[in-house]
């Protein structure tokens, strides 16, 4: 018997609907293999608790998730509280606590997917964009002087350590390597920031030397925007910082079709601590409440969690099933230009699931 500890923190807005869905697959999927269990437990952290307690989360808050075999996370952000309170007091404070450094966003068009790009048919877009998930642009680090006067300054300082960007190079060269074409392109931007940036080109070339068979080439971040949309297929996996990739990934969730389809795992690839899972997608404020949420992105969220905990098997009948329904139009959410709800496209993967064989 193979026993899953799993938090699960739904958050904020359609974080709250998608999460409990989520949850429901992954009940589904244990319940037509004899050898697999989830143990969920439930964390009411966001903006609600926020209200109540002036806190995103408790101060002692990642103990309680430390032991756990992983993190399944929905969305921080409110209408009623600034951003920046919701996304570091909550899913930032995790994922630096746990070192989750490398942030993993596949991305295809799925069967039955009308993505916006022309010519390009599922097959022809499959990426895997690798986020350095731990400094860069999002160091935290700055502040303000002379707040709300005409000489007010600010600073945002993005920091990157060689050890950072050594392991997160790695990481990407090792997760090229393991795919069929073992191509990465590394994102840049050396040419205007010249120090930082420089760096992470001079270790991007040595460690390349580590993966002889990999081919990679080095991409500006704004030409490579326009290089997604003219030939998608000549890119394989990416990696970029922390801004740039969060910027480039939501693009490539919308060429394959929408926001709310895209997975995400922050890792620790050296398992010292719970990785987490999450669709990429934020709250969500124009269609919270309403049961009209996209659950794609939470669902294939949690393949890539079967597959971080080595139930491949699993994770690759849950693929089938999220296929399954992408496939059919009728089962498509408002984001897709169907009418589905949450609760029908839940329904009907788990009922796929139900009908499938179990192969473990
Ligand atoms: P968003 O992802 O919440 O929404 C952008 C658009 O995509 C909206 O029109 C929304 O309806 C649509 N959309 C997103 N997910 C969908 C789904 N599953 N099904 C159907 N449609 C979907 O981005 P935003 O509007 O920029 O941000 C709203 C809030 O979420 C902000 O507070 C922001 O800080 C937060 N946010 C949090 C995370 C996170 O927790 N990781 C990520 C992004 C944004
Ligand atoms: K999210
Ligand atoms: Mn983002």
Redesign the pocket.
């Known amino acids: 018997m193979r026993t899953y500890r799993i938090a699960a923190i739904p958050?904020?807005?359609?974080?709250k609907e998608?999460i409990p869905a989520g949850k429901h697959v992954l009940e589904a999927l244990a319940k037509t293999a004899d050898s697999l269990t989830f143990e969920f437990e439930d964390f009411d952290w966001g903006a609600d608790y926020y209200r109540q307690h002036g806190v995103m989360m408790p101060a002692d808050g990642l103990d309680a998730l430390r032991d756990k075999d992983a993190i399944l996370?929905?969305?921080?952000?409110?209408?009623d509280v600034p951003?920046h309170i919701?996304?570091w007091g909550?899913?930032l404070k995790i994922c630096q606590g746990f070192d989750q450094y490398a942030n993993v966003r596949p991305t295809r068009i799925l069967p039955g997917i009308d993505a916006p790009l022309k010519r390009c048919k599922p097959g022809d877009l499959d990426w895997v964009i690798v986020r350095e998930n731990s400094e860069g642009e999002y160091s935290g680090i700055g502040g303000r002087v002379h707040q709300g006067h005409p000489i007010e300054a600010a600073t945002d300082v993005s920091i990157l350590t060689r050890a950072g960007v050594e392991r997160i190079m790695r990481f990407a060269f090792r997760l090229a390597q393991s795919r069929p074409r073992k191509q990465l392109t590394v994102i840049t931007k050396s040419n205007a920031q010249r120090h930082a940036m420089v760096m992470w080109d001079e270790v991007a070339l040595r460690i390349s030397k580590e993966f002889p068979d990999v081919k990679w080439d080095k991409e500006l971040v704004d030409a490579s925007t326009a290089r997604m949309i003219n030939r998608p297929g000549s890119l394989d996996t990416i990696v970029a910082t922390n801004l740039h990739a969060d910027i480039l990934s939501d693009l490539a969730a919308a060429l394959a079709g929408?926001?709310?389809i895209a997975p995400t795992g922050n890792i620790d690839p050296e398992r010292r601590y719970p990785s987490m899972f999450?669709?990429?997608?934020?709250?969500?404020?124009?269609?919270m409440g309403k049961g009209?949420?996209?659950?794609?992105?939470?669902f294939w969220s949690a393949v890539m969690m079967l597959e971080h905990l080595g139930e491949s098997g699993a994770a690759k009948r849950l693929m089938r099933a999220i296929e399954a329904v992408t496939a059919s139009p009728k089962l498509h959410?408002?984001?897709l230009g169907g009418s589905a709800t949450t609760a029908q496209v839940t329904e009907a993967v788990c009922e796929l699931i139900a009908n499938s064989q179990a192969t473990v």
């Open positions: 958050g904020d807005g359609i974080g998608v996370f929905g969305s921080a952000g409110d209408p951003d919701t996304l909550l899913r929408s926001l709310g999450e669709p990429i997608h934020g709250s969500a404020f124009d269609i009209l949420a996209n659950p794609i992105g939470t959410t408002g984001d």
